[in-house]
């Protein structure tokens, strides 16, 4: 049993930034793919970033530039900074991994296990 608890969610003012966590139990990260997907209201889930098991990284065009995605092998935690923000990154976002999926941003919201969400709300 893989399980995902996300934190760091928040409300921010468009230019500013948020550091999101996620904490993973009953896996090593080397072990799978993992990643951030968000969904708006009324809106698809849209694959933000992923991190591969040997830390290769991928992202949406829509937050290139802006988001990295990190890991923690050690610690089992999965990061996503978050910079320079605007109104449309408002969403909930989750973290994801599953261990036979391949490993790319828009493949993220498929992948088998998933946190509960954390709220990210920009105002501009």
């Known amino acids: 049993q893989v399980d995902l608890v996300e934190s760091g969610g928040g409300s921010v003012q468009a230019g500013g930034s948020l550091k999101l966590s996620c904490v993973v139990s009953g896996t090593a990260l080397n072990k799978v793919c993992m990643g951030w997907f968000r969904q708006a209201p009324g809106k698809e889930r849209e694959g933000v970033a992923s991190?591969?098991?040997?830390?290769?990284?991928t992202y949406a065009d829509s937050v290139k530039g802006r988001f990295t995605i990190s890991k923690d092998n050690a610690k089992k935690i999965l990061y996503l900074d978050m910079n320079r923000l605007i109104p449309e990154d408002t969403a909930i976002y989750y973290c994801?991994?599953?261990?036979?999926?391949?490993?790319?941003?828009?493949?993220?919201?498929?992948?088998?296990?998933r946190g509960q969400g954390t709220q990210v709300v920009v105002s501009s």
């Open positions: 994801a991994a599953d261990p036979g999926f391949l490993c790319y941003d828009q493949n993220i919201p498929n992948l088998n296990y």
């Open positions: 991190i591969g098991r040997y830390g290769d990284e």
